[in-house]
């Protein structure tokens, strides 16, 4: 069983910048594809970055490429999300996600049914 807890949101001005973390525990940390999602009120949920905790990879979806960075650091077990430029557009409830697979597989990075753990949300608003 993973546990996810999720922080960093906030309310930020356009062109401002956040950092999201997901402290994971309850599993062998090395093992887990983390992925991030929002979902703005109306919206469906979508995927934004995933990585794969064992390794150096990682995958964005191309709505948010080049703005967005996921990193992490091992050795608290936390996986960020460093979002930067941020429009009004961004403004949305943002969920940290994991699963527990030995490799990150683009075709299910940023989908919902690609991760089986869930954190809450921690939400981003965006004000011009």
């Known amino acids: 069983q993973v546990q996810l807890a999720t922080s960093g949101g906030g309310s930020v001005q356009v062109g401002g910048s956040l950092r999201l973390s997901c402290v994971a525990s309850?599993?062998?940390?090395?093992?887990?594809?983390v992925g991030w999602f929002r979902q703005a009120p109306g919206k469906e949920r979508e995927g934004v970055a995933a990585i794969y905790t064992g390794g150096i990879s990682t995958y964005y979806a191309d709505h948010v490429r080049g703005r967005i960075t996921i990193a992490q650091d091992s050795a608290r077990n936390t996986v960020f999300l460093q979002m930067n430029s941020l429009t009004p557009e961004d403004t949305a409830m943002y969920y940290c996600a994991a699963d527990a697979r030995p490799w990150l597989c683009p075709h299910v990075a940023t989908m919902t049914f690609g991760y089986n753990y869930w954190g809450q949300g921690t939400q981003v608003t965006v004000s011009s």
């Open positions: 309850g599993y062998d940390y090395s093992k887990l594809v």
